[in-house]
C-alpha cells in the first residue's frame, strides 16, 4: 500500500512563490506516474503535471507551463512542485498522485484522475492580489 501526504501550501500575494512537497510512504522502486492535480472552489480537478519516474517528458497544462517546475527527489522520496509567479488563478486544493505502472501517455498530455489509484488529502494554496 502506498500513502501520500502533500505539505507545503499557503497564502501569498500575487507573484510570490511556493514549492509543495509530497511524501510517498513506500520506498518501494516501482515503476509509476507522478502528477500533480488542483481543484478551486466550484471547478473540476485539472490536471498541471505529470511524469514518469523513470525518467522522460514532463507534462504541464498551458495554465502553469513556465512557471511551475515538477520533480522528483528519490533520497526523500518525495515529488515536488515548485510554483513561481502565482496569480489568483492558482487559487486552489493541489493534490499529488501517483499511478503504477509504465503508462506510455504519461509525461505527454493531462490524464484523467481516475487513472491514478493512490491519491494525497491535498493542501490548500491561496494567492491574495
Known amino acids: 500500500q502506498m500513502q501520500l501526504a502533500e505539505s507545503g501550501g499557503g497564502s501569498v500575494e500575487t507573484g510570490g512563490s511556493l514549492r509543495l512537497s509530497c511524501l510517498i510512504s513506500?520506498?518501494?522502486?516501482?515503476?509509476?506516474?507522478m502528477a500533480w492535480y488542483r481543484q478551486a472552489p466550484g471547478k473540476e480537478r485539472e490536471a498541471i503535471a505529470n511524469?514518469?519516474?523513470?525518467?522522460?517528458?514532463?507534462f504541464y497544462a498551458d495554465s502553469v507551463k513556465g512557471r511551475f517546475t515538477a520533480s522528483q527527489d528519490n533520497n526523500k522520496n518525495t515529488m515536488d512542485l515548485q510554483m513561481n509567479n502565482l496569480t489568483p488563478d492558482d487559487t486552489a486544493v493541489y493534490y499529488c498522485?501517483?499511478?503504477?505502472?509504465?503508462?506510455?501517455?504519461?509525461?505527454?498530455?493531462?490524464?484523467?484522475?481516475?487513472?491514478?489509484?493512490?491519491w494525497g488529502p491535498g493542501t490548500q494554496v491561496t494567492v491574495s492580489s
Open positions: 498522485a501517483v499511478g503504477l505502472g509504465w503508462w506510455d501517455d504519461c509525461g505527454r498530455r493531462a490524464l484523467r484522475t481516475s487513472a491514478f489509484t493512490f
Open positions: 513506500s520506498s518501494a522502486r516501482v515503476s509509476a506516474c
Open positions: 511524469f514518469f519516474n523513470g525518467g522522460g517528458s514532463t
